[in-house]
């Protein structure tokens, strides 16, 4: 005979089978959580597939659409866009063209899947020859003049249809200067997602392979901020939002699920995280060598992020982890 202990509290007993954990858990994911990036190209019939990206694409216009119907189709809300431009040059001329490639993709989006929410990145990065976040001179981003810019970028996105932008340059002041545009263009319904917390990450690179985008010199450590650093962030935060931000981005999020419960904690407005191309590629990596099980680590993931406080996930897993979501009961 086993001995009886006097415990008053067994934890385990809320975790003795599936429908009882089911019933406890406090955060539950949805696809209703996600923004599912797609990186759009000129051309037709395109799928150019991202190595150190397996399962994401450079998209032309039309697979676009298909692949925003299927987000669609999966409960997911958002989609959001980067393009990548037929040319470069140190402005960026086509990321606010009537007919680039961002502005393309939202119209044809839009009006296949009018309740998608299109999301557009508004950024210098993807379009400059120099592959810096701004208008350059010698080795300075100058902020004031990369505000203009940017304001031309965001105005051309609102055109095209997009419901949200994203600025994600960390320029001081683009969250105002973009309201502003905006507003007196009477696009005072289009929101701003703003990429408030944004730091300079290792994390990104194979998102400058997939948007061909890295720096041609130097780094982004004069806008970015520096990852020792958590109070910051709060600046960051009160400085968009007092600019007019509907929402605010912290990202990276695996590294940074400090800074997106901090966030969350003092933010009054929906606080988004970019799970972002790094941190992908290391799961599929590791899961392409069998080492770890995708699928759980994928969903355990994802849900660690929201329950720090995350409202909104931008993850290239959305689409995987949409249709994982449905068998999803541990
Ligand atoms: C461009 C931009 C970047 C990412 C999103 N927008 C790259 C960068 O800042 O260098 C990174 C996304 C990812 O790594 O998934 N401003
Ligand atoms: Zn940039």
Redesign the pocket.
């Known amino acids: 005979m086993t001995q009886t202990f006097n415990l008053p509290i067994r934890p385990r007993r809320l975790r003795a089978n599936a429908a009882m954990r089911r019933m406890v858990r406090e955060t539950h994911l949805s696809p209703a959580d996600f923004i599912y990036?797609i990186f759009v190209r000129h051309g037709e019939g395109i799928r150019q597939p991202i190595p150190s990206m397996p399962g994401i694409a450079q998209l032309s216009v039309d697979e676009a659409v298909k692949e925003a119907g299927t987000a669609r189709a999966l409960g997911i809300p958002a989609v959001i866009l980067?393009g990548i431009p037929a040319e470069k040059d140190p402005i960026g001329l086509e990321n606010f063209a009537a007919d680039g490639i961002v502005q393309q993709a939202t119209h044809a989006i839009k009006k296949a899947h009018p309740d998608l929410l299109v999301v557009t990145?508004v950024?210098l990065?993807?379009y400059t020859d120099h592959g810096h976040?701004g208008i350059v001179h010698g080795t300075e981003i100058s902020n004031d003049e990369t505000l203009e810019v940017l304001q031309r970028v965001a105005l051309s996105h609102a055109r095209a249809g997009a419901d949200i932008v994203a600025p994600?340059?960390m320029m001081d002041g683009m969250v105002g200067a973009i309201r502003a545009i905006l507003d007196e263009y009477n696009f005072t319904g289009v929101s701003i997602l703003s990429?408030a917390v944004?730091y300079a990450s290792s994390?990104?690179g194979?998102?400058?392979d997939a948007?061909d985008?890295a720096p041609k010199f130097g780094d982004?450590k004069t806008h970015?901020m520096d990852y020792g650093n958590a109070r910051e962030a709060r600046r960051e935060v009160e400085l968009d939002l007092a600019e007019g931000a509907d929402m605010i981005m912290v990202?990276p999020a695996l590294a940074y699920l400090d800074i997106i419960r901090q966030t969350a904690d003092h933010c009054p407005v929906p606080v988004a995280a970019?799970n972002?191309?790094?941190e992908?590629a290391m799961v599929k990596a590791a899961a392409e060598k069998g080492w770890l099980d995708e699928k759980k680590v994928v969903l355990e993931t994802l849900t660690a992020i929201k329950r720090a406080g995350a409202d909104i996930i931008l993850t290239y897993h959305a689409l995987d982890a949409a249709r994982w979501l449905d068998s999803f009961n541990e």
């Open positions: 990036p980067f990145d950024c990065c993807e976040c994600s340059g990429y944004k994390y990104y194979p998102f400058r948007a985008g982004r970015q990202k970019y972002v191309s790094g992908y």
